[in-house]
């Protein structure tokens, strides 16, 4: 079972609401990805939890917020969002967590969030 | 940074034809991996690669490391529509990324019946 669940489907929120997009995975991973992803292009790594620890963070704007509140859930909490904002958001997740130099883990995606800005 | 230079861009091809795409990099990856992705979902593995030359299969799909590790490709044979989507190739594990996955630009395929 490689399978990542992300909740809701669609989100269309105003540019004064706060929301927060659910990632779930059950297959003891440690280390799970927040990813952006605009049409036709590749995705774009936000956010890596190693072990529920905040390992790397991308020069995301502050608006986003990520959160790991145990080894199987990542939240993404959004606040003051702008229309650019509007894209897919992705959550992956592998098994091993992060380490440095040349090791690899294979990440699988979850379905996504499209979200909406207006 | 490392890119990855994945072609061609896009491919228009009938119902049974085989499909070939690839990537090359500058510089040297670790694992090569295949994604694809359906309109509206996330990418889905098709293909991981973790050896220098080595040659995998997955039902039609075959995929090959390139021995100097900057390069694999991607063959798709006896095409079928569901085979329409963008595939994405990454690199991982590399000089200097680490666990990061660098993805190609993708290849937008669409299969006419």
């Known amino acids: 079972d490689t399978e990542v669940t992300q909740t809701p489907k669609h989100l269309v929120m105003g540019m004064t609401n706060k929301k927060s997009l659910k990632c779930e995975q059950h297959?003891?991973?440690?280390?799970m990805y927040w990813y952006k992803q605009k049409a036709k292009k590749p995705p774009e790594l936000m956010f890596v939890?190693?072990?529920?620890?905040?390992?790397i963070n991308e020069s995301v704007p502050s608006r986003f917020s990520p959160e790991c509140p145990n080894s199987s859930l990542l939240n993404l909490h959004l606040h003051a969002l702008q229309p650019e904002d509007s894209a897919l958001y992705l959550c992956?997740?592998?098994?091993?967590?992060?380490?440095?130099?040349?090791?690899?883990?294979?990440?699988?995606f979850g379905p996504g969030t499209r979200l909406t800005v207006l | 940074g490392q890119q990855l230079n994945q072609s061609p861009q896009s491919m228009f091809i009938q119902e049974g034809e085989d499909v070939s795409m690839n990537c090359t990099s500058s510089?040297?990856?670790?694992?090569w991996l295949w994604y694809k992705q359906d309109p509206g979902e996330g990418p889905v593995l098709l293909i991981a690669?973790?050896?220098?030359?080595e040659l995998t299969s997955n039902g039609r799909l075959t995929a090959q490391f390139g021995i100097t590790r900057k390069d694999s490709f991607l063959n798709i044979s006896a095409s079928i529509p569901s085979d329409v989507g963008i595939y994405f190739c990454?690199?991982?594990?590399?000089?200097?990324?680490?666990?990061?996955?660098?993805f190609g630009e993708g290849t937008q395929l669409t299969v006419n019946p």
């Open positions: 992956a997740s592998s098994r091993k967590g992060l380490a440095g130099g040349a090791s690899t883990d294979t990440q699988y």
């Open positions: 297959m003891g991973h440690r280390a």
């Open positions: 939890y190693s072990y529920e620890k905040l390992s």
């Open positions: 510089s040297i990856f670790n694992t």
């Open positions: 690669l973790y050896k220098a030359g």
């Open positions: 990454a690199g991982q594990g590399g000089e200097t990324s680490g666990s990061r996955l660098t």
